[in-house]
C-alpha cells in the first residue's frame, strides 16, 4: 500500500462552482504541475499518510458530507487518489474532484470513483501559464460522461478570445457542461461590467453560463 503527500484534510463550505456554500470535507493533496499566476493556494507542507490512515481520518467527519478531493492538483497523485477513492466509495459518501483538467490519463485511474468533476480551464492571458488547449480538449472528453462544470477565472489580464476558445471546446465536448465566469479576488467590482457581457456573449453561443465568485474569500475563510 502506498503513501500519499496530503497538504491539509478540513470541513468547510465549498467556496466555488455549482456547489457553492454546501458543507464539504476537503482533502487536499500535495503538489501541483502548473503555476497560475493567480494561484491563491501555494502549498509548503505535507505528511505522507497511507489510505487507511486518511479514511481514519475522514470518520471524525459524517459520512452525509460529501468529500472534495483537491489539491494543488489531485490528479498528481492520481493511484494514491484511486486508492483511497474506493475506500470512501464504500462508506456511501459522494466524492467531488476539483482539477485543473491537464491530466486525462490519470483522470481515468479515478474515474469510476468521482461523482462529479469540477475542472478549471486555464486561460492563457489570465493563468499565464502556457497554452493547455489540447490537454483541456482530452481531459473534457475523457471526463464529459460525468456531471460536471467547467469554472474560469476572469481576472484584469483575461482576453474574451480565450473564453470564446473555452466556449468551443465546451461545445464540442457536450454543450450542457455549464461554464463558470470566476472574477478574480479581489477585483471582482473592476470586472463588473466585462463579466456581464461575456457571459451574454457565452450564452448567445449556446453554452450555459454563469458568474460565480469566491465565497470562502469573500467570507475570509478556507
Known amino acids: 500500500m502506498m503513501n500519499g503527500k496530503v497538504a491539509e484534510i478540513f470541513h468547510s463550505i465549498q467556496g466555488e462552482g455549482l456547489y457553492q456554500g454546501a458543507g464539504q470535507v476537503f482533502i ?10 493567480f494561484c491563491d493556494t501555494p502549498l509548503g507542507e505535507f505528511r505522507e499518510m497511507s489510505a487507511d490512515e486518511l479514511c481514519a481520518e475522514l470518520e471524525k467527519y ?3 458530507l ?5 489539491g494543488g492538483e489531485p490528479l498528481l497523485q492520481a493511484e494514491f487518489a484511486a486508492e483511497v477513492l ?5 462508506t456511501g459518501r459522494q466524492v467531488h474532484l476539483e482539477t485543473n483538467g491537464t ?3 490519470e483522470f481515468a485511474l479515478v474515474e469510476k470513483y468521482v461523482d462529479f468533476v469540477a475542472m478549471d480551464f486555464k486561460l492563457p492571458s489570465s493563468a499565464r501559464c502556457g497554452t493547455l488547449w489540447e490537454r483541456h480538449r482530452d481531459f473534457l472528453d475523457k471526463a464529459k ?3 460536471m462544470c467547467v469554472k474560469t477565472v476572469i481576472g484584469p489580464r483575461t482576453r474574451f478570445r480565450d473564453v470564446a476558445r473555452a466556449v468551443e471546446l465546451i461545445r464540442a465536448a457536450q454543450e450542457k457542461i455549464p461554464l ?16 456581464f457581457r461575456w457571459a451574454a456573449a457565452c450564452e448567445s453561443r449556446g453554452v450555459e453560463t454563469r458568474i460565480i465568485g469566491q465565497l470562502h474569500a469573500q467570507l475570509g475563510i478556507r
Do not use: F, W
Open 28 to 37: 487536499r493533496l500535495y503538489g501541483c504541475n502548473l503555476h497560475c499566476a
Open 86 to 90: 474506493r475506500l470512501v466509495k464504500h
Open 103 to 105: 491530466l486525462p490519463d
Open 180 to 195: 463558470i465566469l470566476q472574477p478574480q479576488h479581489p477585483y471582482e467590482e473592476r470586472l463588473e461590467s466585462r463579466l
Open 66 to 70: 460529501p468529500l472534495s478531493l483537491t
Open 62 to 64: 459524517p459520512r452525509q
Open 145 to 147: 460522461a460525468k456531471p
